[in-house]
């Protein structure tokens, strides 16, 4: 990884778990029989009946909040945040020579500050989920001589073409 870019807008989108969560709730508010609701939305019958405790139990948005599963994350939302705003600082005000994050830095970063330990898939993973994403700066030689490159592009490279 050489870089990282903030993508996507902050605006908290539902997932394609979610939808078919919903999807079922709406369909089993309607009277449909979980049998019905499992083939209609492609879940096992067995989830189905689970989604419809949490849909008595706390209603559609219920099931709209519904985890994913899995282990809790160790860092706590005002970590990841921190985090964020380290990211977006730069690498240079984290202490770093260049201006280029990698993940191995990140994993630095996130052990020096909080204490927590991450392999590099994790870390990947984590940015990934922050809405970053990978991004190759150009290789352009130092001594790139723009004006050359661009009468070779106009007379030579035609000729070759043929």
Known sequence: MSALHRGGSMAVKMDEAAKRRVRAGRLLMKGKKPAEVA??????????????????EKGIDGLREMSKGGRPSRMSAGQLEELRQALLAGPVACGYGTDLWTIKRVRLLI?????????????WRLLGAMGFSSQKPEKRAIERDEEAVAHWKKRTWPVLKK
């Open 111 to 123: 052990e020096k500050r909080f204490g927590i330990k991450y392999s590099e898939v994790h870390v």
């Open 39 to 56: 083939r209609a939305v492609g879940a096992p019958r067995q989830t189905v009946y689970r989604w419809l405790g949490v849909l008595q």
